[in-house]
């Protein structure tokens, strides 16, 4: 039987599954090359920490891996219930706070490897947007102090495509591609209400759009695959509030940090935004990241800032005799 540690935590109602430590190595090569690695040789891993009967396809997983990059503390690889993540800015935020959490980090900025880049993380001291729905004791030996508000400075994000229509049902949408760490069709006139009530229409309607895309032979950079969808729409409590389907199906809870980074270059493309101002992207369940951006060359560089909560920590159980122990595939 093995044994594997996890922390579970929620950056705005989207779950982080973060393993510290593997259970074999990958080698001293970049983060992207551990990728690779991962890919060829323990793809089984992913499965077993996210499927059913153990996981759930809501679920990002993050490998706490070291990083090549000498000016990195830390390298993350994260991934889901399909495949792996080239960035994730709400996992990075769990990350960074859950590492507050094991005492591992202390408020500052905190760089990191991933494999599209590399990110760097400011820990706040103090809290941010909301307090911890259930008070500050969350039951014996849990701490409930640590810092718990990340920034997140992206790698570069840009628009890659403007205004591509999509036909779905007999009615033409359009929407942009950009890319914030992975690759994102944003759209704008689709006419869905943006709530929770709705839910199951969205994921529909923005999964047909993802179809559409790939039967279009609608791509980003170098025939890279359009694999998340973001639908928009406006509220009184935020600058704009979005829905986003991720490559898995499931529905992003958070408001999506390289979806927001994705939305931030449109919006620079557009006029909309300058540098400095604070854009607030409210996320479908209500959570809110707020982002701002710094220029390089015709690229924006995205910040995102959110909260992350700790949930719970255990062990994986490992046993070779369970059928279903490696994930209902
Ligand atoms: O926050 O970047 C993000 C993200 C990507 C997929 C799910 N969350």
């Known amino acids: 039987m093995k044994h594997i540690p996890f922390l579970d935590s929620h950056t705005g109602g989207e779950p982080t599954r973060l393993i510290t430590s593997l259970p074999f190595d990958l080698g001293t090569g970049s983060v992207a090359d551990k990728l690779s690695k991962l890919k060829a040789h323990h793809d089984d891993l992913r499965r077993t920490v996210l499927l059913e009967p153990r996981g759930s396809d809501v679920l990002v997983g993050?490998?706490?891996?070291?990083?090549?990059?000498p000016t990195c503390e830390f390298g993350v690889i994260f991934f889901n219930n399909v495949g792996y993540l080239g960035m994730c800015g709400h996992g990075t935020i769990g990350l960074i706070a859950s590492l507050a959490y094991l005492g591992k980090v202390q408020p500052g900025v905190i760089r990191v490897e991933?494999?599209?880049g590399v990110v760097e993380a400011t820990l706040h001291a103090s809290p941010f947007l909301s307090r911890a729905p259930f008070g500050d004791d969350k039951g014996p030996g849990v701490r409930s102090d640590y810092p718990n508000k990340v920034s997140v400075k992206n790698i570069p994000a840009y628009r890659y495509l403007t205004h591509i229509p999509i036909e779905i049902d007999g009615k033409t949408v359009h929407g942009d591609v950009a890319w914030g760490g992975n690759w994102f069709f944003l759209v704008h006139d689709h006419g869905m209400d943006v709530n929770m009530q709705n839910l199951e229409a969205l994921t529909d309607f923005a999964w047909r759009v993802r179809e559409r895309l790939t039967a279009n032979g609608v791509t980003g950079a170098n025939g890279a695959e359009v694999d998340h969808v973001e639908l928009f729409a406006s509220t009184p409590e935020?600058?704009?509030?979005?829905?986003?389907?991720c490559p898995g199906k499931a529905y992003d809870r958070s408001p999506c940090g390289t979806g927001t980074s994705a939305k931030l270059a449109c919006l620079y493309g557009d006029g909309k935004l300058q540098v400095g101002q604070i854009w607030r992207q409210q996320s479908v369940v209500g959570s809110i990241f707020e982002g701002s951006i710094q220029l390089d060359g015709d690229r924006i560089i995205p910040t995102i800032t959110g909260e992350a909560w700790v949930m719970s920590e255990g062990t994986i159980l490992m046993d070779e005799r369970d059928p279903f122990g490696g994930g209902i595939r």
């Open 114 to 116: 991933t494999p599209v």
């Open 238 to 245: 935020a600058d704009s509030k979005s829905f986003v389907l």
């Open 62 to 69: 993050a490998y706490l891996v070291p990083s090549a990059d």
